[in-house]
């Protein structure tokens, strides 16, 4: 970890320290200590190299607020934020801090009056340019190899404190993760019932009324056949237009066959898949696909499904002129990351696109991560399991 990473994070542990401090009755609110323990949640987990996606904002209300255990710690790491941030964040500023009279009294110490000069070590005077020149250089290299060896160790402990005292115990983390389940497997049978709703009026509405007029034209056609004298002309009109009802007919039972299981898939696996569906995306898109072994096909389905909808928003809505796909497996698990240049601000609340995607990985016990300031760049991010 870079010094000047661990100096800057103690350092505002120092002003969220005083701040917490200042503002205590405030922050006692079960909302705004949820607010504040996910931000410095997040910090702590970016500090040691681990982001951790943001606990859900505090719906429940009333005194059950009060009560849920996550507000309890919320609660907690207030007066642990107050001591711990303002403690360390302090032997920061003092390490810190005594750097600069230090510079002062070796570069400008002929620049104040006597009773103004920079003192060193907390206490000693600078009488002139001997002192000014051992004893400054002395003290930064001192305060240097203290900052060097003290503070990357000391902001780890900070942030481990605050991540052991805001993390889930392991009853809370099975509770969470059974209820998430729970809820994707409703959302999983819903959208089940409303995909086979949708067959079936894709077959009744499209390929069942074309083989209904094709079996209403060779019956025409089959008495046609027998009249005297027989009509040559009706004949060929009435068999043509069978012949290109069967085929609009195969085409739209294609269409439905594709939305189930996409043939291709079947046919050229997932890299081959995906390297059809970036060819056809409207904006160049580069694909990355590492050595993935065996994947489970209802993984499968589910990233060819996740990067097709993915990459139509962005040819749709995101303005981009490049976008890029990557799979990787490791281990047991998938990682799909799916990024574009565009202007950003995508949403998985607004429309169905981003949200069917969610619901897809959810339902396999996977994670999903949208990444999508206002400018840009956006970038989704998919991890599922693929055990066999």
């Known amino acids: 970890m870079q010094v000047w990473r661990a100096a800057v994070f103690l350092l505002a542990a120092l002003a969220t320290g005083i701040a917490t401090l200042i503002a205590l009755p405030l922050l006692c609110h079960p909302r705004l200590a949820r607010r504040w323990a996910n931000w410095h949640r997040g910090r702590a987990g970016r ?21 849920d255990p996550a507000t309890l710690r919320d609660l ?26 230090a510079a002062v ?10 009773e103004e000069r920079p003192r060193l070590f907390i206490d000693v005077p600078v009488t002139g340019w001997t002192s000014a020149l051992t004893l400054g250089p002395l003290q930064m290299l001192l305060l240097a190899a203290l900052a060097y060896l003290a503070l990357p160790p000391i902001a780890r402990a900070y942030a481990r404190i605050c ?5 889930h115990s392991t009853a ?15 959302d999983v049978l819903d959208a089940h019932g409303a995909e086979l709703r949708r067959i079936e009026r894709d077959l009744h509405d499209g390929t069942q009324a074309r083989l209904v007029a094709i079996a209403m034209r060779l019956a025409v056609a089959r008495r046609a056949l027998y009249d005297k004298p027989r009509n040559e002309q009706l004949l060929e009109d009435l068999l043509r237009d069978a012949h290109e009802g069967t085929e609009e007919a195969m085409t739209e039972l294609r269409e439905v066959i594709r939305t189930v299981y996409p043939p291709i898939l079947a046919d050229r696996g997932l890299t081959g898949a995906l390297t059809a569906v970036t060819a056809r995306c409207g904006v160049p898109t ?23 909808e993915a990459l139509t928003n962005v040819t749709k809505h995101s303005r981009a002129t490049a976008a890029g796909v990557t799979v990787i497996r490791r281990a ?15 949403d998985d609340r607004c429309g169905t696109g981003l949200a069917g995607i969610r619901r897809r990985v959810l339902a396999l016990d996977g994670a999903v991560d949208i990444d999508s300031p206002a400018g840009g760049p956006t970038t989704i991010t998919m991890e599922l399991p693929c055990r066999l």
């Open 47 to 67: 500090l040691l190299g681990t982001p951790l996606a943001a606990r859900p904002a505090l719906r429940t209300p009333g005194r059950r607020a009060w009560a």
């Open 76 to 101: 907690l790491w207030l007066p642990v934020n107050a001591l711990t941030g303002t403690v360390l964040g302090l032997l920061t500023l003092l390490c810190v801090g005594n750097l600069v009279p």
């Open 105 to 114: 009294a070796t570069s400008l110490w002929w620049a104040f009056a006597p």
């Open 163 to 167: 991540l052991a005292v805001l993390s």
């Open 172 to 186: 809370e983390q099975l509770a969470d993760r059974v209820a998430v389940l729970t809820r994707t497997r409703a």
């Open 286 to 308: 580069r694909l990355d696909v590492g050595d993935l072994d065996t994947v489970p096909a209802a993984v499968e389905a589910v990233v060819y499904f996740a990067v097709a």
């Open 332 to 346: 047991d698990r998938l990682s799909v990351a799916i990024t574009d240049d565009g202007v950003g601000g995508a």
